[in-house]
């Protein structure tokens, strides 16, 4: 009820803003959020590693640390962020209607949402891929054994799609339990509803840490769709659009000239002009951005670069312990590559 | 009379005239509440197309390409939204259908249980009505749901009730009936049976009115019904076979499948409704004044017999509407199907499709259209239904 009540209010906040209202909202994403004094960043309702509440209430994750990144680069103040928690369904309506300024929750770059959807992906934070778990009694070695298995999934999401598309092109059969909650798929999966739980891989370790006995669940070796994750905004605002773009460019390029949250003090001092563009000290990068020129300095000061938060959220420092993999910057085998700041 | 006589005579001043003032504050009216109808709707309209957000309904035909597991109609992952839709209307449609006749038997024997003599079935009764009315629905499902149905075993471990049925986690299977040709001539003689027990009651009333004599009308009506489908069953050298669900693999293949999703829901709708409908019949029989009863029985009717033609024809008039309400309330309330995984029209179409299509204020609005009818006909079934046992006034 509560989605539901949530898509309709934003429907109806749709319908009651005025035109010049809704125009101003348009170009001016930045300025609206100075105004209120915080950035609104749509977040998962609990996805560990991605964007979850500690037992204090604070929101901690690989996306949740982007949108911190962003409130220290605006504000130079990373806790000047409301967070929105939204499931898979009303998660783009929510960006769509200017509920959320960002919607930093894991959320799949495919293009009929950005060409139907009204929406621009600013980049990938994670690249994934969809997987399956399932019990270690059940003895599978492989998600092509998964013929007649019961598989639950949260709805409104690519992994309903992906899922249909691979039985089918195995020719296998299947039964898909859809709910509209991650937390509801889980538990139903961890209590014997399903035989299988599907999401993309990330977000598979991350729930089996909430199930009963996390090690009787084992991840099946098959990767079955690309799954770029990333944040997303509202099209019609090339500014704002481009100053998240940057934040997260600034965090990958910061780990490749090895500055860091402990050392970007020192770093100021450095004679590498790569670094003296990036931290602000030579030129004034930030001003097209409408931010000051050490904005980048205050990502890496307050929430550190991808290296450090990748590890610190879903790598080797937390209780995911997912490898770097595909995610290792380029030049150390991996994807994740950013233009320079020049 | 003299006080519309007042009213219609015209007030000297055209501007003064009730009348005239009466209609222009109304059209005034129309004219700002259609207005505003106008703008909120084009203003929707200007600031989704300004925002990329599709306003047609051009998804309607697209591939929806995810699966739903239980479909009334056929449905595959290549067919349209459109499709979807039909599917969880019809499944929204199935557990209504469901849920109102066993919400209406349970509430019936409730409400009459209350009203009972014996003192251990009457605080039963109310003990059930207080505790399912003044609880949240929600959390009553959510019990049924994971408390009641989720730890049932797993397909390996199934509690078989013997000839094909098994209970277990993913619902309870059982055996499938395949129709051989020939089949349809069962359901024909079953049909005639009804058909002919119906008559039959005619035919009793008439006899009862004529000689007062009282034809056994239960016991001829069943034979009446059951025994020609068995005749003509065993005549055609059994035309209907069973499918029986074999564990294969992860669990029973073949046969027919309940989800407990499905159970959960019709069960948690028909008990919480069957309470209020409990108060309601009750409120109703008391409603008939108890010389009825006593005008019955100094008649020598027996207590049954005073309840069954005295007493439950007198109270329905009043059960009727306020019965209404609560059939309405179930059929809106089987949206929380979406908190337990059952499909229904708003987890399939309000939600999945919504989300694929990001046609949201379309796809709520066709949600809500849809409520609204289902709702409106079933008002103006139970009105036509209220009207027949309305109180014929001379």
Redesign the interface.
């Known amino acids: 009820?509560k989605?539901?009540a949530a898509?309709?209010l934003?429907?109806m906040t749709?319908?009651?803003?005025?035109?010049s209202a809704?125009?101003q909202a348009?170009s001016k994403t930045l300025d609206l959020i100075k105004q209120k004094g915080a950035l609104t960043c749509g977040t998962n309702t609990g996805l560990a590693g991605f964007g979850l509440p500690d037992d204090k209430g604070n929101w901690t994750g690989l996306d949740v640390d982007l949108c911190k990144g962003i409130a220290a680069a605006i504000f130079n103040d990373p806790t000047k962020v409301k967070y929105i928690p939204l499931s898979?369904?009303d998660r783009?309506?929510a960006l769509?209607s200017g509920e959320i300024d960002v919607l930093a929750r894991n959320g799949t770059w495919t293009q009929s949402?950005e060409a139907?959807?009204?929406?621009l992906w600013v980049g990938v934070n994670y690249y994934d891929g969809q997987g399956f778990m399932v019990r270690k009694k059940l003895n599978i070695a492989s998600a092509l054994e998964?013929?007649?298995?019961?598989v639950c999934v949260q709805?409104?999401?690519t992994t309903?799609?992906n899922?249909?598309?691979f039985?089918?092109t195995k020719g296998m059969k299947?039964?898909?339990?859809?709910?509209?909650?991650i937390n509801?798929?889980v538990?139903?999966y961890d209590?014997?509803?399903c035989?299988a739980y599907t999401t993309d891989a990330s977000g598979l370790y991350g729930s089996r840490l909430k199930l009963v006995n996390p090690d009787e669940h084992v991840v099946l070796p098959e990767i079955i769709s690309k799954e770029p994750l990333g944040p997303a905004v509202?099209?019609?605002d090339d500014q704002w659009f481009n100053l998240v773009k940057w934040t997260h460019y600034a965090m990958i390029n910061a780990e490749e000239l090895g500055v860091t949250k402990a050392n970007v003090d020192d770093m100021l001092k450095s004679p590498n002009p790569e670094i003296k563009r990036l931290l602000g000290v030579e030129g004034d990068f930030g001003k097209g951005l409408g931010l000051s020129k050490d904005w980048a300095y205050r990502i890496v000061k307050h929430v550190g670069n991808y290296g450090e938060v990748f590890s610190r959220n879903v790598g080797e420092g937390s209780a995911l312990k997912i490898k770097r993999g595909l995610n290792s910057l380029w030049s150390a085998g991996g994807i994740q590559y950013a233009p320079p700041v020049r | 009379m003299s006080l519309d006589a007042a009213r219609e005579r015209p007030s000297g001043s055209f501007f003064y005239n009730p009348r005239v003032r009466g209609l222009f504050w109304q059209a005034v009216l129309i004219l700002v509440v259609g207005f505003l109808g106008y703008e909120a709707v084009v203003n929707a309209a200007t600031n989704m197309r300004a925002r990329g957000i599709p306003t047609d309904f051009a998804f309607w035909d697209r591939v929806a390409s995810f699966d739903i597991n239980l479909t009334l109609i056929s449905y595959s992952a290549t067919s349209t939204y459109g499709r979807a839709f039909m599917v969880g209307l019809l499944n929204t449609l199935l557990v209504a259908a469901i849920g109102v006749v066993l919400a209406t038997v349970l509430g019936f024997f409730l409400g009459i249980a209350r009203l009972s003599k014996n003192f251990v079935v009457a605080k039963l009764s109310s003990f059930y009505v207080e505790i399912m009315r003044n609880t949240p629905l929600l959390l009553q499902l959510l019990f049924i749901y994971n408390a009641v149905l989720k730890p049932l075993p797993n397909p390996r471990d199934s509690i078989s009730f013997g000839a094909g049925f098994y209970l277990n986690n993913r619902g309870l299977v059982m055996p499938d009936p395949q129709f051989a040709p020939g089949a349809g001539f069962i359901l024909a003689a079953g049909v005639a049976g009804i058909v002919a027990s119906v008559f039959y009651r005619i035919y009793a009333k008439r006899r009862q009115a004529q000689t007062g004599e009282i034809l056994p009308v239960g016991r001829v009506s069943a034979a009446l019904i059951l025994l020609p489908p068995v005749i003509v069953y065993l005549l055609l050298g059994q035309p209907i076979s069973f499918e029986m669900p074999i564990l294969r693999g992860f669990n029973f293949v073949g046969g027919l499948r309940v989800l407990p999703e499905f159970v959960a829901l019709v069960l948690g709708l028909s008990l919480y409704t069957a309470a209020f409908i409990a108060e309601i019949v009750r409120a109703g029989i008391l409603a008939v004044s108890h010389g009825q009863t006593e005008a019955a029985q100094s008649l020598g009717l027996s207590r049954s017999q005073t309840l069954k033609l005295v007493i439950i024809p007198q109270a329905q008039r009043v059960i009727i509407p306020p019965l209404t309400n609560q059939f309405l309330a179930l059929t809106k309330n089987s949206s929380l199907a979406v908190f337990i995984g059952y499909p229904d029209l708003v987890q399939v179409f309000a939600g999945t499709v919504l989300n694929q299509t990001g046609a949201a204020v379309q796809v709520i609005a066709i949600t809500m259209a849809v409520y609204l009818v289902i709702s409106l006909i079933t008002a103006v079934i139970m009105n036509l239904y209220n009207r027949r046992m309305a109180l014929v006034e001379r």
């Open positions: 009820m989605a539901i898509t309709f934003a429907a749709l319908g009651a803003m005025s035109q809704a125009a348009g898979a369904k783009f309506t769509q949402r139907e959807l009204g929406l998964l013929n007649g298995a019961s709805q409104g999401t309903e799609l899922m249909s598309d039985f089918r299947y039964e898909a339990v859809a709910f509209a909650d509801e798929a538990k139903a209590s014997g509803r035989d509202r099209q019609g």
